[in-house]
């Protein structure tokens, strides 16, 4: 190691000599920086569950544009708006189909006292068009009354009932005073609005919640023609409906706006935020303390090598080398326990709590950043004293 | 290439500020010629090392004037103080020797101050070095496994590794018995008659006295005695 550094950088790496030669030291600063970066992985996961629960449902529905009540905030905590404006958007150019979409709270009690709350999607099932692949297979069965499909990742649901649905078992069970069967399973999961979903017929759904009104569905799904780009056909649509009472976004748009709103218009989102922050600055105070540490411990040999005629830039080189070391090493058991914290947070809660690449990535950098620039100030100290005060 | 490397004129040293404030070395003035060997004798708190680091480029200089090698050290940029560093070499009271690095690595360090060389040149002119000071089987050792004698021997072969044109000793043989304290100060004489370096060492050592050219006592911060020998 150390003789491929000394190729690599023209001298001895007295930054990776300095680190490994007390290994007790080396162990808890690189255990500093791993727990910053744990922190800081943590309240990541969080905040990325709650913006995955929040787009999550997007995932069952397959439309280029959604129109919404303007009173409503995102996809699941909607107003109604009325179905007359489907067929307004069917006579603007472009637009190919439309169908509407019907949502709901629907809550029932398990066999053994567990309450589930599934959120409800009533689609046409006639229109195999606007659902995902998945859904779609099924659709046609959920022309039968009172038939769903619940969702296999459904918190709080006993593994057999989901075991033996996915296997083309059935299952029946009582909610809102209907009987209901479910007759195949989707996969979106629990978060923070529910435990699951639920997918029917509009038929069914207009059943089970009785004050709904056909008239009224919660969203209409449109699909655009071929060639055609989904910006050009709403602009097109905003001309054409009431804009006071009808918002158009594309699919892409409504996810973006639901996230800023979730993230910045409700507790949960702020809170989460604000854990990002802390984290953030607690694990800069934490890589701060280990660089600038290891720069005080190291002082009388700095000096010693100053006077020797070593400029500034040779100990910020030092200090770089160390901070590289460290924010590597401190990341790698960092990123691992993080993972396990992950696993466990996800068999705990249900919540879509996972890892992505873009988040390790800008955590690492954010890492080697932090020890770069923590090492870059604590060697502050050396460049303004004389050599012989510091002996 | 001027015959007085070192040239102090009305030098005057103060520490701490205020009501603390103590002046610890007054008017100084002193010309040290070329490939000389100068001892700098005095009690504890005369003032030897502090003269010996403004001397060195170690401190900043706040009243009067040094000159080092043809160049004024009071005011001079930090550039230039890390420039003149470089052709020093320095042996420190306590040896200072980095604890990471072997032997061989903490004279290399003496080498690499003047950038980028042949690594297996430099390598084998810092053996070469360890070799002569009588540290051949002590190459390889961090200074935790080295003698406070080995490790002085080692500071002096960092110090003289890159060829010094001065070489300033802070007690350089105080930790070295009769026969490597000979060895050492044999070293810097020679190196004065051959390559003409200047030494001023700093010493209580009374083996090593009449080994010099020069001898300077200070007291209370004030040359007492100047005998040239």
Redesign the interface.
């Known amino acids: 190691m150390s003789r491929l550094l000394?190729?690599l950088f023209?001298?001895?790496p007295?930054g990776w000599?300095?680190l490994?030669?007390?290994r007790g030291r080396l162990l808890a600063a690189v255990s500093g920086v791993a727990f910053a970066n744990l922190l800081v992985f943590m309240q990541l996961g969080i905040m990325g569950a709650l913006n995955g629960s929040t787009v999550a449902p997007y995932a069952l529905l397959n439309t280029d544009i959604i129109l919404s009540s303007q009173e409503g905030n995102t996809l699941t905590d909607s107003e109604h708006i009325a179905r007359v404006h489907m067929f307004q958007a069917l006579g603007v150019s472009g637009v190919a189909n439309a169908t509407p979409l019907y949502i709901g709270d629907l809550p029932f009690t398990l066999d053994d006292g567990t309450s589930v709350a599934l959120l409800t999607f009533g689609v046409d099932a006639t229109q195999t068009g606007f659902v995902t692949s998945a859904v779609a297979a099924s659709l046609d069965r959920l022309t039968i009354e009172n038939t769903v499909l619940l969702d296999e990742d459904t918190r709080g649901m006993p593994a057999p009932v989901l075991e033996s649905l996915s296997s083309g078992a059935s299952y029946s069970f009582e909610a809102m005073g209907e009987t209901l069967t479910a007759i195949g399973t989707m996969k979106v999961g629990g978060g923070f609005l529910a435990d699951g979903m639920l997918v029917t017929s509009d038929q069914t759904f207009l059943r089970v919640f009785p004050t709904r009104d056909s008239g009224a569905p919660d969203h209409i799904l449109l699909r655009i023609d071929d060639g055609v780009s989904a910006d050009t056909v709403a602009t097109r649509l905003r001309a054409a409906l009431p804009s006071a009472s009808v918002r158009v976004q594309t699919t892409q748009d409504a996810k973006s706006a639901d996230l800023a709103f979730m993230s910045s218009e409700r507790p949960t989102g702020i809170i989460f935020g604000f854990g990002v922050f802390m984290g953030i600055l607690v694990g800069l105070v934490i890589v701060y303390q280990v660089l600038s540490t290891d720069v005080a411990d190291h002082l009388?040999?700095y000096?010693?090598?100053?006077?020797?005629?070593?400029?500034?830039s040779f100990f910020l080189g030092i200090v770089f080398e160390e901070a590289i070391v460290l924010a590597v090493f401190g990341f790698i058991p960092g990123f691992f326990v993080s993972m396990g914290l992950y696993a466990g947070l996800v068999a705990v809660t249900g919540l879509p709590v996972s890892m992505e690449a873009s988040r390790a990535i800008l955590v690492f950098l954010g890492t080697l950043a932090a020890c770069t620039l923590s090492g870059g100030i604590a060697t502050r100290r050396l460049a303004s004293a004389?050599?012989?005060?510091l002996? | 290439m001027t015959d007085s490397p070192i040239e102090v004129r009305g030098l005057n040293h103060f520490f701490g500020t205020g009501e603390a404030r103590k002046q610890a070395i007054f008017d100084i003035n002193l010309s040290i010629a070329r490939g000389s060997l100068t001892i700098l004798m005095g009690p504890s708190g005369s003032g030897k090392t502090t003269l010996l680091t403004l001397i060195g480029a170690l401190r900043e200089i706040q009243d009067g004037s040094v000159v080092l090698l043809d160049h004024e050290l009071h005011g001079a940029p930090e550039a230039d103080l890390v420039a003149l560093r470089r052709r020093l070499g320095f042996i420190f009271q306590a040896h200072n020797l980095h604890e990471s690095l072997t032997a061989t690595q903490n004279v290399l360090m003496g080498l690499e101050v003047h950038g980028k060389g042949n690594a297996a040149k430099q390598r084998a002119a810092s053996h070469h070095m360890l070799d002569l000071l009588g540290l051949a089987d002590r190459r390889e050792y961090v200074p935790a496994n080295l003698s406070g004698g080995q490790k002085q021997r080692v500071a002096v072969a960092r110090a003289l590794v890159s060829n010094p044109e001065i070489v300033l000793a802070d007690e350089p043989t105080a930790a070295l018995d009769k026969a490597s304290g000979h060895t050492v100060v044999e070293m810097l004489k020679s190196l004065g008659k051959t390559r003409g370096t200047t030494t001023v060492m700093v010493t209580h050592d009374p083996r090593i006295l009449q080994m010099a050219d020069r001898i300077i006592t200070l007291e209370d911060g004030r040359i007492v005695t100047d005998k040239s020998q």
């Not at chain 1, 004389?386 to 005060?389: G, N, Q």
Request: glycine share 10%; charged share 20%.
């Open positions: 000394t190729l023209g001298r001895l007295i000599l300095q490994s030669h007390n009388r040999e000096a010693t090598f100053k006077a020797m005629g070593y400029g500034q004389d050599p012989a005060d002996f």
